[in-house]
């Protein structure tokens, strides 16, 4: 963990390295994902199952990359009623606050009498990654698949590792939930592969989305191109600003709460209260003493953790937007006030009692964010990453004469001739036919 402040001669150069640190270890993972990548396309199937032994010691064949709705139906009835209350609680407010975002195609009849518009079409496949590692993430399942819903995607194929064959039976019931019928026990950067290029049991998909692990993360990056990639949502990370007006445990909660997810995951708190800094960073080491997973989470604390100490929480957000994280954590009196200031973050919580695990789950926006700075360009998933616009435009002779004498002179000064004689050549019709009539 590094402790910094902003009035230490040096802390430029520290804060520069800290905000490289996380890209330069992403790219240790650039070549055997470019291996796996390839492995998938040449091979298909025989690679899938044999990379699918090698990192998830698992034995499958392509008969067996599927779940069948029987296994399906049998881990649904293995889920407490009460489990699926609340996973009944999350698919509701997901689904409302993406029905929100629908968008509305637009479409005008300009002033030259050309109609113009845009249409939203959803996607015909997408490919859901739902991570499952080092944990097991239902609540990514409906992530990713409500909102492909919500667009009115039609096939949607999910991929999940299951390490040693095990599967948490709340992934599939929450599949089931969804309204995902295609499941493949596939992981990592060769289930990418898989939905990307295709095998012989794995049709290709148009867009890759979800969450998973440097190497998942890498992998989309890599296929993107081939096919489309909703954003870089790989090793999670957080920035909590908060003053001694909460209570230093919860803070330290708040940033082991992203540090469990992966060894990778980079947890930062920003506070001007140097003493408020050190309590946390005190109560941070006691729950390391006590949660369960503590072996990843120190880990990721003692590589990637942070906690800077500024001037004033102007300074603070200044920071924030240059570290522009996955998560960011506004635990003040007015996070308003702060928050008119946050120019990049994937998704924000404002105040003490709104925690950043209340989203992951239950809050309603979506949990699949972009990480590793990418917040600077990119968003979090929503439903207009199931969809495409198509613009069209529709015109008849009076507009084509109005505007097209413009098209043919700047096709001329492109030297393009086929463009201008394709506009011309019809004003040469419509003038014919004037002067005949
Ligand atoms: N950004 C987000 O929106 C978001 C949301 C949820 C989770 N996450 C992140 O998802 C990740 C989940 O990671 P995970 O590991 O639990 O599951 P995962 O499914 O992402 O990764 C597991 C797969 O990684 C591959 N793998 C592991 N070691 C490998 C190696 N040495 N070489 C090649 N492939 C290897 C294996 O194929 C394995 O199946 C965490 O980093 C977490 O922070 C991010
Ligand atoms: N914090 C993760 C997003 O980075 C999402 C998640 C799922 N389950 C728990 N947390
Ligand atoms: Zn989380």
């Known amino acids: 963990m590094k402790r910094l402040d902003t009035r230490d001669a040096d802390f430029e150069t520290a804060f ?28 298909g199937d025989a690679a899938l199952c044999a990379l699918t032994e090698r990192f998830d010691n698992l034995a499958v064949t ?17 889920v407490s009623q009460d489990l699926l209350d609340a996973l009944d609680v999350a698919a509701r407010r997901i689904e409302d606050f993406h029905r929100k975002q629908l968008p509305a195609d637009i479409r005008y009849t300009d002033d030259v009498g050309m109609t113009l518009g845009m249409r939203w079409i959803p996607l015909d496949a997408a490919g859901l990654y739902v991570p499952g590692g080092k944990a097991a993430y239902p609540s990514s399942v409906l992530m990713n698949a409500i909102p492909a819903k919500v667009a009115g995607v039609q096939r949607l194929a999910m991929c999940v590792p299951t390490p040693s064959g095990v599967i948490n039976p709340l992934v599939l019931a929450a599949a089931d939930r969804a309204g995902i019928t295609e499941i493949y026990r596939v992981g990592g950067a060769q289930a990418v592969g898989a939905m990307a290029y295709g095998t012989q049991t794995i049709r290709p998909v148009d867009r890759i989305v979800g969450p998973g692990n440097a190497y998942v993360a890498e992998a989309k990056r890599q296929v993107f191109g081939h ?17 001694s007006g909460s209570d230093p445990r919860v803070i330290a909660l708040d940033l082991l709460a992203q540090a469990e997810h992966d060894e990778l995951a980079q947890s930062t708190l920003i506070t001007p209260d140097a003493a408020f ?11 390391l003493g006590v949660l369960s997973r503590a072996a990843i989470a120190g880990a990721s604390w003692a590589r990637n953790g942070a906690v800077l100490i500024t001037r004033d929480m102007r300074e603070a957000v200044e920071l924030a937007n240059r570290l522009a994280p996955e998560h960011l954590e506004l635990m003040v009196d007015d996070p308003e006030a702060l928050f008119a200031h946050v120019r990049h973050a994937g998704a924000a919580f404002l105040g003490r009692f709104c925690p950043e695990a209340v989203g992951d789950y239950v809050g309603g926006p979506n949990h699949v964010l972009p990480t590793s700075r990418t917040a600077r360009f990119a968003s979090g ?16 002779p009076d507009a084509l004469r109005r505007i097209g004498p413009s098209a043919v002179a700047l096709a001329h000064a492109e030297g393009l001739e086929a463009h201008a004689l394709s506009v011309s050549a019809r004003l040469d019709a419509l003038a014919a036919k004037t002067a005949n009539a």
């Open 16 to 43: 520069t390295a800290l905000l490289d640190s996380r890209e330069e270890q992403g790219q240790e993972v650039n070549k055997p994902v470019a291996d796996i990548l390839s492995a998938v396309r040449r091979e």
């Open 62 to 78: 392509p008969q067996t990359l599927a779940f069948t709705p029987d296994e399906v139906a049998q881990a649904r009835a293995q």
């Open 227 to 243: 096919v489309g990639i909703d954003s870089i949502a790989g090793p999670s990370d957080v920035v909590v600003i908060a003053d």
């Open 277 to 287: 800094a050190d309590t946390v960073i005190e109560a941070v080491e006691k729950e």
């Open 381 to 396: 998933l929503s439903v207009h990453d199931f969809m495409k616009r198509t613009t069209f435009l529709s015109g008849g």
